[in-house]
């Protein structure tokens, strides 16, 4: 396929949004992630509204979410070399069931009724420490289950729309089951998810992949791993825009409970609206994106989502209309996923294979792993100056980041049609 290769069809063409399910293992992996996944995103709702009700602090909200994701930060980089030189496949398998042993855990200690804040610090570092390995890995492991590199693109797209999908029903589902029966049961309909996606795991073909011999130690490897990405002009941009936006727009997320309830004076029902309807603009994104069938132009969709997403925590922080509320979440949720999938597709086309596992760790280290530090930071300012307060300058300031982004795309376009024509990778 020609880079400039474009639309045969409608701008929705059903078989060119889903021909990534034309591979086996695709499917499988789609099927597995698209059931956990939803588990997952009612974990993720019952936590923040578990230490929320224990102990009524914004601070300890925010701590929960930095411990919890510190170990991302911390150890990506790390999990991104033995993602290319270690067996992407097995250590999917070990992740996801250490995984699946934390939310059985969780949810033995809160239906016992013996969960205490330290138990959910202490399980959610550990869990920090398993998604260190399992983000990036899983990331660069789509290239091993998509046979044609051609549909590498389609496949991250529709990977986006299953996270997002559960993102919608999940924080629905979660706010009914909290109301009725508590969050233990949505920790413990979270571990049994798992099941699904290790199955579908263990069912794959996977050919085995040539791996270099590497004679280096671990940390040469990491740092050619950063000398590659912060060398090239697009990846460095995309990286250091994303990290911007995680670390001063995620924050919403982790302080969500507090416009629930305290902004919006409502409860675990409308938590859950909110976030679905974050997830249904997301959605919405990820539709778009699969639609499309090749990478040119997501640079200048980059900077575009970054702005829409600032203005749309711009407005939410204003708004005290619960379903004006819902609006700004849904572009929020839309600018949030054209932006993250887009600078994904974007370095997954560009990158060199015997890097790909340590570029998408930095990936995985600019998108998450800064979100510890930014929902300290939330947590913090919250407590001073109020979460709406909060919330509007972290979209400010993701409103300058795409500026200063968009200034760049000249320079940057030039550089990815040459890459992309190099790398055949056609999304």
């Known amino acids: 396929m020609k880079p400039h290769a474009t639309h045969s069809g409608g701008a929705f063409d059903l078989k060119v949004i889903l021909r990534a399910l034309r591979h086996r293992n695709y499917r499988l992996f789609f099927t597995g992630q698209g059931i956990s996944l939803i588990g997952t995103w009612m974990q993720r709702i019952a936590m923040g509204w578990l230490v929320y009700r224990l102990t009524n602090s914004a601070f300890l909200l925010g701590l929960v979410g930095f411990t919890g994701q510190l170990p991302i930060f911390l150890l990506t980089p790390f999990a991104g070399v033995l993602a290319d030189r270690l067996n992407r496949h097995r250590m999917l398998v070990v992740t996801q069931t250490l995984a699946m042993i934390q939310a059985f855990i969780l949810a033995a200690l809160i239906l016992r009724g013996t969960i205490l804040v330290w138990h959910i610090v202490s399980l959610s570092i550990f869990l920090g420490l398993v998604d260190a390995f399992d983000m990036p890995v899983r990331q660069s492991f789509l290239v091993e289950i998509v046979e044609n590199r051609e549909d590498l693109g389609n496949a991250i797209a529709l990977n986006s729309s299953i996270v997002n999908s559960a993102r919608l029903l999940g924080p629905s589902l979660a706010g009914i089951l909290i109301a009725y029966v508590g969050e233990g049961v949505c920790f413990l309909l979270n571990a049994v998810s798992y099941l699904a996606v290790i199955a579908s795991l263990l069912a794959m073909k996977i050919v085995t992949r040539s791996v270099e011999t590497r004679k280096t130690d671990i940390l040469h490897g990491v740092k050619e791993g950063f000398s590659y990405a912060y060398?090239?002009?697009?990846?460095?941009?995309?990286?250091?825009?994303?990290?911007?936006?995680?670390?001063?727009?995620?924050?919403?997320?982790?302080?969500m409970p507090v416009f629930a309830r305290d902004v919006l004076h409502g409860d675990s029902h409308t938590l859950g609206f909110l976030m679905g309807a974050s997830g249904l603009g997301s959605l919405v994104g990820a539709a778009y994106l699969a639609s499309r069938r090749n990478v040119l132009g997501l640079e200048k969709w980059t900077a575009l989502a970054s702005g829409i997403f600032g203005v749309g925590l711009i407005v939410f922080s204003l708004s005290r209309n619960f379903f004006f509320s819902l609006l700004m979440m849904f572009t929020t949720g839309f600018g949030m996923l054209v932006q993250m999938a887009s600078a994904n597709t974007l370095l997954q086309a560009v990158v060199d294979e015997d890097k790909r596992g340590r570029v998408m760790s930095l990936y995985t280290m600019a998108f998450r792993g800064m979100v510890p530090f930014g929902s300290l930071m939330g947590g913090s300012l919250a407590n001073r100056i109020g979460a709406p307060t909060t919330v509007l300058i972290g979209g400010a300031a993701c409103v300058l980041g795409a500026l200063v982004f968009a200034r760049r795309l000249p320079a940057m376009t030039k550089m990815i049609q040459s890459a992309y024509g190099a790398s055949r990778v056609s999304p």
């Open 231 to 255: 060398g090239f002009l697009p990846i460095r941009s995309v990286l250091l825009l994303l990290s911007l936006v995680s670390l001063l727009g995620m924050p919403l997320t982790v302080l």
